[in-house]
C-alpha cells in the first residue's frame, strides 16, 4: 500500500513553486536563530538567574542534545502524518519553545530550549527530504540558498539581541522573545501547503528504509563527514573568542574576529549549487573545503597575527563542508523517504558528536592550560573530513552501492 496518497492538484494552483521555496527560505529562517540568539545575552541571563556557567551553558548545548536524540525519528514523523503537515507541527513546537523560554522562570528557560531544539530537529531532517522530492534537479542550489538564509538571519539575531535587551522598559526575555516573528512568517506562509497534500489513507506502510540505512557503508561515509563538520564547526565557534583573547587579542575584537567568521560561513551557500551542478561527482571540492578548514585551523594555531584571515578561511571552508554534507543526504538518497532516514541518521550522529565537542574541548583546556591540544585535534578531524569527502562525494546512491537496501 502506498505510504500517502498524494492530491492530483497541481503545486501552482496554490501559489506556486514561488510560494513554496518562500516557504522552505522561512522555515530555514528558524534553524538557527533561535540558538545563536542566546549567547550574546548568557552573562544577562545567568545574572538575573542566579545561575552557573555550566547550567548557561546548557542553554546552547540543549538543543544539541535534542537534535541528536530526535532526529532518527523525524522520518517516521513524515511518513506517518505526511511531509507537510511534519514540517508545520516543528514549526509550532518551535514557536511554542521561544515563547515559553521567554515565559520567565527558570524551569520554562530550559524546557522551551529543549521543545525548540525538538521542533528544528525535525525541520531539519524533513528539508533535505523535501527537496529531494520536490526540487530533484535543484537540489545544491536550493540547499545551498536555506544554509545563507538560515546564517543571515543568525547574523542578523546575533548582532540584534544586545540592543534590543537594552530598548527602554525591555530586558533579555524580551530579545529571546523577539525571534518568533521567524516561525510565526513560516507557519502563515507554510499553511496553504497543508492542502496540497492528502493525508495518509488506511494502514502506513512500513518505510523501506528505516534503520536498514544504518547497514549501508555510503551512508556512514555521509554521516562521518557531515558529523565531523558538525564537531569541528560548533568545537571551533563555541570556543573562538576565547582562543583570540589567549591569543592576545582584546574581548571586543574577538568577538568582531567571531562575527566575521559567522559571516563568512553564509557565502558559500550563493556559489556552492551552480559549482556543484557543474560536477559529475563532489568528490574534489569536498577535498578542497576540507583542506582549506584543516589550513585555517593550523594557522589560527601558528600564526594567530593572521586571525582575520584565518577565520575568514574557517568560516568559508567550514561553511561549505556543512552544506555539501547536508547536499549529500540529498544526492546520495534514491528517493525522499530513503533521504529522510539518511537526514536522521547524519544529524544524530552529527550533533551528538558536536554536543560533546565544547565541553570536552574546555576540558582539555583546563587540564592543560592552553588550546593547542584542541586546535591540533580540529586540524586532524578536518583533514579526515577530506578523506571521508572523497568516500561520500562519489557519484552513486546508497541503492546502487548496497544491494541489500534495495
Same mark, same amino acid.
Given at each position: ?70 532526529? !532518527? ?119 496553504? =501547503? ?26 556512514? =561515509? ?29 574581548? #571586543? ?12 560561513? #553564509? ?65 546520495? #538518497? ?12 547524519? =544529524? ?9 565537542? !565544547? ?48
Amino acid at each position: 500500500m502506498s505510504i500517502r496518497t498524494t492530491l492530483k492538484t497541481p503545486i501552482h494552483t496554490l501559489g506556486g513553486n514561488g510560494l513554496l521555496l518562500i516557504g522552505i527560505l522561512l522555515i530555514a529562517s528558524t534553524l538557527r536563530a533561535p540558538i545563536i540568539g542566546v549567547a550574546p545575552m548568557l552573562g544577562m541571563i545567568r545574572e538575573a538567574n542566579g545561575i552557573s556557567a555550566a547550567e548557561a551553558g546548557m542553554l546552547t548545548t540543549l538543543p544539541l542534545l535534542a537534535f541528536a536524540a530526535v532526529s !532518527p525519528f523525524a522520518a517516521g514523523l513524515a511518513r506517518e502524518y505526511g511531509m507537510e503537515r511534519s514540517l508545520f507541527g516543528a514549526l509550532l513546537v518551535i514557536a511554542t519553545g521561544i515563547a515559553l523560554r521567554s515565559a520567565g522562570p527558570v524551569w520554562a528557560l530550559f524546557l522551551g530550549t529543549g521543545a525548540l531544539g525538538i521542533g528544528i530537529a525535525v525541520a531539519n531532517v524533513l528539508l533535505p527530504s523535501l527537496l529531494k522530492r520536490d526540487f530533484p534537479t535543484r537540489i545544491a542550489s536550493l540547499t545551498g540558498a536555506y544554509a545563507v538564509t538560515a546564517g543571515l538571519v543568525s547574523a542578523l539575531v546575533s548582532t540584534a539581541a544586545i540592543p534590543l535587551a537594552h530598548l527602554p522598559g525591555s530586558s533579555w526575555r524580551f530579545s529571546l522573545a523577539s525571534v518568533l516573528i521567524f516561525p510565526a512568517a513560516a507557519l502563515i506562509v507554510w499553511f496553504p =501547503q497543508l492542502r496540497l497534500r492528502a493525508a495518509p489513507t488506511g494502514e502506513v506502510a512500513r518505510s523501506p528504509h528505516g534503520w536498514r540505512i544504518w547497514h549501508s557503508p555510503l551512508a556512514w =561515509q555521509v554521516t562521518a563527514f557531515l558529523g565531523l563538520t558538525s564537531l569541528v564547526y560548533n568545537l571551533v565557534t563555541a570556543w573562538l573568542p576565547a582562543i583570540l583573547v589567549e591569543a592576545g587579542y582584546p574581548a #571586543a575584537m574577538a568577538g568582531s574576529l567571531h562575527g566575521l567568521s559567522q559571516l563568512a560561513t #553564509a557565502v558559500p551557500g550563493l556559489i556552492l549549487g551552480s559549482v556543484v551542478r557543474r560536477m559529475k561527482d563532489q568528490r574534489g571540492i569536498a577535498i578542497a573545503v576540507s583542506l582549506a578548514t584543516s589550513l585555517s585551523l593550523l594557522g589560527l594555531w601558528q600564526l594567530p597575527s593572521l586571525a582575520m584571515l584565518w577565520v575568514s578561511l574557517f568560516g568559508f571552508g567550514a561553511g561549505a563542508a556543512f552544506i555539501l554534507g547536508l547536499t549529500f543526504v540529498s544526492l546520495r #538518497a534514491s528517493d525522499s523517504d530513503q533521504a529522510a532516514a539518511l537526514s536522521g541518521m547524519a =544529524q544524530c550522529i552529527g550533533y551528538s558528536l558536536a554536543a560533546a565537542g !565544547p565541553p570536552l574541548a574546555g576540558l582539555v583546556h583546563d587540564a592543560t592550560d592552553g588550546w593547542t591540544a584542541a586546535l591540533a585535534f580540529c586540524v586532524v578531524a578536518a583533514l579526515l573530513m577530506a578523506v571521508l569527502g572523497s568516500l561520500a562525494g562519489r557519484d552513486t546512491t546508497i541503492s546502487a552501492s548496497s544491494p541489500h537496501l534495495r
